[in-house]
């Protein structure tokens, strides 16, 4: 059975204060790996898909890398405006369209 | 959002009473997914839809139908509304063009509350 484990469940960080999420996983065959960022009382919003190991992707503070067993969203020198939930999704190559979550990283970042 | 809508945003129903979601979208996308989000749990896939008219289940299908007769529109019916199914609606959209278009872009929720 495909399984998805992210942590910390709870980050917090002051501004500027570097960190790591991790993402680990297990499934049968690796279609796609999807990060997605959550703030209160809205719907996922779309960062990243990763294919292959070794893979990497960027978008402002935020950097995710991926290996044959977990990926990591790093964020580097965070703004309070960083502040949500982040959330990791697996497709498994013979699951299309069906994505596997985990419950979430709760990222706070204070002034 | 990307040009998803759900509706209704809120909504308080009573154990019993059936419910329906709907959730509308402006990008001509094939595929269609309901998900529920709960504390601990993370997005679960309750339906999902590769078409007009055709419907799959997902993890968590029993108590809650979909149907499907354009392709803007996908609706998820709570036959029977319990308790168990107060949670966070999402619908999703995703196209299959492509690799890349596979990402799946969610609405805004639907927070649902069974008394």
């Known amino acids: 059975e495909d399984q998805v484990t992210q942590s910390p469940e709870a980050l917090r960080l002051q501004e500027g204060e570097s960190s790591s999420l991790n993402c680990s996983y297990t499934?049968?065959?690796?279609?796609?790996l999807f990060w997605y960022r959550q703030d209160p009382g809205k719907g996922p919003e779309f960062l990243f898909t990763?294919?292959?190991a070794g893979e990497e992707k960027e978008k402002e503070r935020l950097k995710a890398t991926l290996t044959k067993k977990e990926s990591f969203l790093h964020i580097t020198a965070p703004k309070p405006e960083d502040s949500a939930t982040y959330l990791c999704?697996?497709?498994?190559?013979?699951?299309?369209?069906?994505?596997?979550f985990g419950a979430g990283t709760q990222v706070v970042v204070t002034p | 959002d990307a040009g998803i809508t759900q509706s209704p945003r809120h909504k308080v129903t009573e154990t019993g009473t059936p419910v329906t979601l709907r959730c509308h979208q402006t990008?001509?996308?094939?595929?269609m997914y309901w998900y529920r989000q709960d504390p601990g749990h993370g997005l679960r896939l309750i339906h999902y839809?590769?078409?007009?008219?055709?419907?799959d289940k997902g993890e968590v299908s029993d108590g809650y139908s979909v149907s499907r007769s354009k392709t803007e529109d996908f609706l998820l019916t709570l036959e029977s509304a319990t308790s168990s199914q107060t949670s966070v609606y999402f619908c999703?959209?995703?196209?299959?063009?492509?690799?890349?278009?596979?990402?799946?872009?969610f609405g805004p929720g639907t927070r649902l509350l069974v008394l």
């Open positions: 999703a959209i995703s196209d299959a063009s492509g690799r890349e278009e596979e990402t799946q872009y």
């Open positions: 499934v049968s065959g690796l279609r796609g």
């Open positions: 990763l294919y292959s």
């Open positions: 999704a697996v497709q498994a190559a013979d699951s299309w369209g069906k994505l596997q």
């Open positions: 990008e001509n996308h094939r595929y």
């Open positions: 839809s590769y078409g007009v008219k055709d419907t």
